[in-house]
Each structure stands twice: as structure tokens, then as C-alpha cells.
């Protein structure tokens, strides 16, 4: 059996006030993984964990069979560069350059070309060559999002990747992140105050009480 894209083994953190504590989940390729809860319940610091930015104060966070923490700077830059991507609600795009040229930074470092079939999922194919400060905040997530994807990830991390899109948008981007997971047996873990949108993926969990507990399974 292979391992799990991602697995969690009684994590703990805190910061000036404990977080959580014996978080504990498993996460297989093809599959996606919603984390809702209210603000300050350690939802990003978990992501932040699991996507190598953070060692926990206790527990275990691997990524496809190998302790995270354990591994040396260069390996944990391998995986920063070629197996995940990370979506944050700010989007750090490059604001002197083109969606287009933010784009192919990251494919170029990846050392993958650009999907334009992605471009046109994301309704962005149209503004990809205007500059990012000509776009919409609704434009320049989607071009993140693409930024991410165009890396062909196998595991996608998103912080909040909806939270500044109306409804139909969300929607939208939620579609093509699911779209993508399964065409290429890649593993979404998403972190949402949505609980609509936490919905759309096969497992939601809720971060409350230093606890995290299972809401729904499909």
C-alpha cells in the first residue's frame, strides 16, 4: 500500500495560547480535505505545519511517507518547488508583470510549460496578458490559482482560496481545484471559514475546542 500524500500524527502547537493538540488524519492521492473553523482556531497554522513553513511543537506532519522535519533544507526545497503548491488568500503576485509572466516564474522553475486549457477554465484567458494591476481582485486570485496549478503539484495546500470571490466564483474555483485533484491523483487540503464550500470536498473537518473532529464523509 502507498503511502498517504499527507499524514498527521498527534500534532500539537501553540503560540501564546495552545491551538491544538493530537490532530491526527491521513490524506490518499485523488482525495480532497476541508479544515473549517473560526478565526484563530489555528486553521492556517496547521496548513502552515503541514506545507513545511512551521515545525510543530509536538507530533509528527509528513508529505508522501516522509517526516517533514526531519528532512534536510534542500530536500524541503525540492518539495517546495515540485510537489506542492500553495494558495493564500493573498496572492503575492508579482504587480509590475503580466498574469501571463507571473505564470510561467513558477512553470519555469518547476520546469513544466503553461496549461492553457487551465487559463480557460479559470475565465482568465482574455485578461492573462494585461498587467496585475489592471485586473480584478477576483482576476488576480485566478491567476495565483493558475500560477499554482501550472506547477502540476501533487499536493495543493489553500489558505481561504475563496474567501475575497462572490459565489459564482467560488464556485468556480472550487470546480477546477476538485477537477484537478482527480484528473491528476493529486491531494487538496484546504483551510475555509465556508462551510459550503468545505462541503464540495470528500472529507470536512472542524478545528474548534484544541480538537479536530470530522464533520461529514462522503
Not at 472550487?174 to 464550500?197: E, G, K, P, S, W
Amino acid at each position: 500500500m502507498s503511502s498517504p500524500a499527507i499524514e498527521a500524527i498527534d500534532l500539537a502547537h501553540s503560540f501564546d495560547y495552545p491551538l491544538y493538540r493530537e490532530v491526527s488524519f491521513r490524506l490518499s492521492e485523488a482525495q480532497s480535505m476541508a479544515v473549517v473553523g473560526r478565526s484563530g482556531s489555528g486553521k492556517s497554522t496547521l496548513l502552515h505545519t503541514l506545507s513545511t513553513f512551521l515545525r510543530p511543537n509536538a507530533g509528527t506532519a509528513k508529505l508522501f511517507g516522509q517526516d517533514i522535519y526531519m528532512q534536510k533544507s534542500d530536500e524541503i526545497t525540492k518539495l517546495r518547488r515540485y510537489d506542492i503548491g500553495i494558495i493564500f488568500q493573498a496572492h503575492y503576485l508579482f504587480k509590475g508583470m503580466s498574469g501571463r509572466e507571473n505564470i510561467e516564474i513558477a512553470s519555469l522553475l518547476a520546469n513544466k510549460m503553461i496549461d492553457t486549457a487551465l487559463l480557460d477554465q479559470l475565465e482568465i484567458a482574455n485578461v492573462i496578458d494585461q498587467k496585475i494591476g489592471d485586473l480584478s481582485g477576483g482576476q488576480q486570485q485566478r491567476v495565483s490559482i493558475a500560477r499554482v496549478l501550472s506547477k502540476q503539484p501533487k499536493v495543493i495546500f489553500a489558505d481561504e482560496p475563496t474567501g475575497n470571490l462572490d459565489n459564482e466564483t467560488a464556485s468556480l474555483v472550487m470546480h477546477v481545484l476538485l477537477d484537478y485533484i482527480y484528473r491528476t491523483n493529486a491531494a487538496l487540503f484546504l483551510v475555509t471559514h465556508d462551510d459550503a464550500i468545505a462541503g464540495r470536498c470528500d472529507r470536512s473537518y472542524r478545528l474548534e475546542g484544541q480538537a479536530l473532529s470530522l464533520v461529514d464523509a462522503l
